[in-house]
């Protein structure tokens, strides 16, 4: 008996596997094969967890706090999430509304399934961070990407948004500081598009993970201290990932109104069950050990910031190159459309002729660009813009 092969699902079918994960693995793989790779595909801090934060989680293990814990998260962090609100941007929230899911890719996941169905759209401001779009796919909705390229600073304007709003339109996603571009959104120009979501009645997904890593007096803004009737209709997703080196933990959090947060963890309570345990408790020090917390993020804001002016000064002098300064994050995202390459073309040369590794533009829905992460030691900044303003002047005719 022959049997016809087994087709995989719709949704296995359908996705993209992540661009930038990839480009770091090869990058990763390059390196332990002794290759000389001045990589700058990291998607991570270059810096270990502060030592605290460890030992909070080390003392909950050595504690027994083994065992599945409230699908939400334990009590005492989602109070020090919903305390860190009030006291970062003066929001109250209460900690029913908090959510703390494994990572916050997880907590962008869940506020999608919470607020999207088939048939509706989702409005992706691009470059967009990779996960989103598939993640719309998955929930069976259509992600509609708007280009805001560097003639708008990387930003959305709410002409742009009013123009791709469609009656199916429920979601608008936000990211700001923008993986993968860095750039920061004042908070007037978050307020326009506010307005311009509440008009329509959509629903804002707004991806903070960065909130802390700004730069140049830059103020992060805080999407749900934008009024009530944002805050009715807005799902904060930030955590602990980028802003204490803690990507490998997998914890995230969401914030939203309690009924909006209810379903979120009612998903979360059939798709994965709680955060793990002890690492929650890690998380929990990191809130509450403020003085410890505050300078180990001093420290590596000085790093990054240094990095950032070295690298944007060094990628301008590159005859060819145009690159806007970033004021969060840790990325650049120079523009590479002046050599004629597909991006995609560029970054695959680059890694072959001068084993730099960085992820092109077309990876985040914008053609002609690279993401450049300076999450890497000073050295290799230093050594891999050099090979990379050799390669360029390689490619002049
Ligand atoms: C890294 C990142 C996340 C997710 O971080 P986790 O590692 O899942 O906590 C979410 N959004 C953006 C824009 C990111 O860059």
Known sequence: MSSAPLPLSIWARNISPSPTLAVDAKAKAMLAAGEDVCSFAAGEPDFDTPGHIK????????AGKTKYAPTPGIEPL???VAGSYQTNYGLKVQPAQVVVSPGGKYSCYLAIMATCSPGDEVIIPAPYWVSYPEMVKLAGATPRCVLADDTTGFKLTPAMLAKAITPKTRLLIIN???NPTGAVYTRAELAALAEVAVQHNLYILSDEMYEHLVYDGARPTCVATLGPEVEARTLIVAGFSKTYSMTGWRLGTLVAPAPISKACAELQSQMSSNATTFAQYGALAALVEKEKTAAALAAMLTAFDRRRKFLHAELNRIPGIKCLLAEGAFYLFPNISSFGLKDADF????????????????AFGAEGYLRLSYATSDEIIAKGVA???RFCAGLKP
């Open 55 to 62: 030992d909070g989680c080390i003392a909950a293990l050595r």
């Open 78 to 80: 989602r109070a020090a």
């Open 176 to 178: 700001s500081p923008s």
């Open 347 to 362: 970054c695959a040369r680059l890694l072959e002729q001068e084993k730099v590794a960085a992820v092109p533009g077309s």
């Open 387 to 389: 090979r990379l303003a």
